[in-house]
C-alpha cells in the first residue's frame, strides 16, 4: 500500500498545487467568502477522517447549550436527501446522516440541520431558527463560509505535520492550511501523555503560531435504549463488536485493555448496513452459548442500527482535556462568542 501510495507522488504534487491556487484565490477575494452576523464555529481537520470531530462538537455543545441559543449545521454524509434539512422526530440516518442525528437525538436544547451548502445552510438557519451561535461540522475547508473562529483537529498519533497531501498522505490539503485556524487541539491523547511529549508535539506546532490543547476520549456506561451496563462488568459478558467508523483502533484498545471479550466486526465509516449485513450480524450473536451477551458498537453506529438489531448496546464517548486546559478553551471560545454576538 506505501509503495501504490509513494508511485501516486506527482498526483499529490498536482493536487497541491490545485488546493494551493484555491485557497489563495479565497485568501484574496477572487473566490467569495461569507460571512455571518452571529458568531460561526468551524470544528474540522487537515487530514480525512478519524480525528474526533463528533466528539469535540458535543463537547462545544455542552459548553454553550445553556447560555446560546445553538445550531449545528452539518453536511449530512451518505445521507439519501439532498438539500437543507432541519432534523426533527421522524428522521432516521439514511435521511440526514449519522452524526447529525446523533446531536440531535442527545441534546434537545439545540436545532440541527443538514445541507451541503454551508452558505445556504446557515443563512436558512438564521432565518427559520434565529440561532446566536452555528457550529460548522467538519467544514474546514470549505471556504465559501468565513468562519469567526477555527477549531483545528490533529491526532496524537498522527500529526498533520507528518502526514503528506492525498493520494499519496491523507491530507486534504497543504499544511499552510493550519494558518487558518484559531486553537490547534491535539485529538486521542493517552491520558497519562508526559510533559516532555506534549512539549514535543508543541515544537511541530509552533510554527503556526496557534494555541495546542491536547485531549483523550473518556468512555461512559454501556447503554442501550432500555439498560444499562457499568464497564468493568462487560468481563462478564461475550461482546459482538460492530464499529463503521474511521478509526476503531482507540476502542480497540480500551475494551482490551478492559479484558472484555469481543469479535470484531468492522465496516467501513459512515457504513449503511444492509439487510444480508444485519442477519450476519445476528447470526454471529445468536451463535454466542454464553447467557450474557450483547452487541455492542458506536454511539454513531447506534443511530443508524437500533431499529434494526436486537440486544443493541453502545459506548459513549467524550472529549476531556488534560490537566489544566479545560478552562483555557472554554474561556476563548466563551469570550469569543460574547465579543461577537451581534
Known amino acids: 500500500m506505501k509503495f501504490v501510495r509513494f508511485l501516486l507522488f506527482p498526483f499529490a504534487i498536482m493536487y ?15 473566490f467569495k467568502q461569507t460571512s455571518f452576523k452571529i458568531p460561526v464555529v468551524v470544528v474540522g481537520n487537515l487530514s480525512v477522517g478519524g480525528t474526533g470531530k463528533t466528539p469535540q462538537i458535543e463537547y462545544l455543545i455542552r459548553l454553550l447549550q445553556d447560555q446560546f441559543k445553538v445550531a449545528v449545521l452539518s453536511r449530512g454524509y451518505k445521507r439519501e436527501t439532498t438539500g437543507f434539512v432541519l432534523l426533527n422526530d421522524t428522521h432516521i440516518a439514511l435521511d440526514v446522516g449519522d452524526e447529525p442525528l446523533q446531536y440531535f437525538k442527545k441534546f434537545k436544547k439545540i436545532d440541527v440541520a443538514v445541507d451541503a451548502n454551508r452558505v ?41 505535520t507528518d502526514d503528506f497531501l492525498l493520494p499519496t498522505g491523507n491530507l486534504r490539503e497543504s499544511r499552510g492550511g493550519a494558518k487558518r485556524a484559531n486553537v490547534i487541539v491535539v485529538t486521542k491523547c493517552p491520558e497519562d501523555l508526559s510533559h516532555q511529549k506534549q512539549e514535543t508535539i508543541q515544537r511541530k506546532l509552533e510554527k503556526y503560531q496557534k494555541e495546542v490543547f491536547f485531549t483523550t ?10 439498560d444499562v451496563i457499568p464497564i468493568d462488568d462487560l468481563k462478564e459478558y461475550t461482546i459482538v463488536l460492530i464499529t463503521g467508523i474511521a478509526n476503531p483502533k482507540p476502542l480497540l484498545g480500551f475494551l482490551s485493555d478492559k479484558k472484555i471479550n469481543y469479535k470484531h466486526l468492522q465496516f467501513a465509516d459512515h457504513h449503511n448496513f444492509s439487510s444480508i449485513e444485519i442477519e450476519n450480524i445476528q447470526q454471529e450473536f445468536d451463535a454466542i452459548s454464553s447467557a450474557k451477551k450483547i452487541i455492542l458498537t458506536t454511539e454513531k453506529d447506534f443511530v443508524r442500527l437500533e431499529k434494526s438489531i436486537e440486544n443493541l448496546f453502545y459506548i459513549p464517548i467524550e472529549t476531556s482535556f488534560l490537566e489544566n486546559q479545560k478552562d483555557r478553551f472554554d474561556e476563548m471560545v466563551m469570550s469569543h462568542i460574547q465579543q461577537n454576538q451581534s
Do not use: M
Open 16 to 30: 497541491d498545487v490545485v488546493t494551493t491556487i484555491r485557497n489563495l484565490f479565497f485568501d484574496v477575494g477572487i
Open 217 to 226: 476520549i473518556t468512555y461512559g456506561a454501556i447503554l442501550s435504549s432500555k
Open 120 to 160: 445556504e445552510g446557515i443563512q436558512k438557519l438564521i432565518n427559520d431558527k434565529s440561532p446566536e451561535l452555528v457550529l460548522l461540522d467538519d467544514a474546514y475547508q470549505h471556504r465559501k463560509v468565513k468562519g469567526s473562529f477555527y477549531v483545528l483537529l490533529t491526532k496524537f498519533d498522527d500529526l498533520f
